[in-house]
């Protein structure tokens, strides 16, 4: 196992910035007066490409963000229904922006992680998942994506 210098050597050049935390609540309307609670305010959401989750964003007071993602499909074998059913509404990943996803794929494998879930189709998002097995019990994302793009 690497020190704690050799960790942020291996991926500070990758990392770009923390972009946000992650929740799986069953009902975004639901999850609302939560967010309101915290002073967070509307930043964008909407479905998902393939029609199966939505997902909105709130910027905090300050420089943090919260994401909210509920299923649309009740498939069992969807991720986040599987997830509400094994684990209850809850956090479900923290996500980093990358400069270049292969990148930090290969320095996470490199360093003993495993990485899964590996998602190029879109052209303005791609993605990459260190399995919560090897990241401490936390879904970790890696994203990359343009400055605009949410």
């Not at 609302?32 to 479905?47: E, M, Q």
């Not at 930090?104 to 303005?124: C, H, K, Q, S, Y």
Request: hydrophobic share 40%; proline share 7%; charged share 25%.
């Amino acid at each position: 196992m690497t020190d704690r210098n050799e960790t942020v050597d291996a991926l500070g050049s990758v990392i770009e910035r923390f972009d946000h935390v992650s929740m799986a609540v069953n009902d975004i309307e639901a999850a609302a007066p939560l967010i309101t609670l915290l002073g967070g305010t509307y930043f964008d959401g909407g479905t998902n490409p393939w029609g199966d989750f939505r997902w909105a964003q709130y910027d905090l007071p300050g420089t943090g963000r919260l994401e909210l993602i509920a299923p649309l499909n009740p498939d069992p074998d969807h991720f986040i229904q599987r997830f509400l059913v094994e684990r209850g509404e809850g956090l479900h990943h923290l996500t980093f922006k990358v400069f270049d996803i292969e990148q930090a794929v290969a320095r996470a494998t490199e360093m003993g992680f495993t990485v899964t879930g590996f998602d190029d189709r879109l052209p303005d998002w791609k993605e990459a998942f260190i399995h919560p097995k090897s990241a401490h019990g936390v879904l970790i994302q890696f994203a990359e994506f343009p400055a605009k793009a949410p």
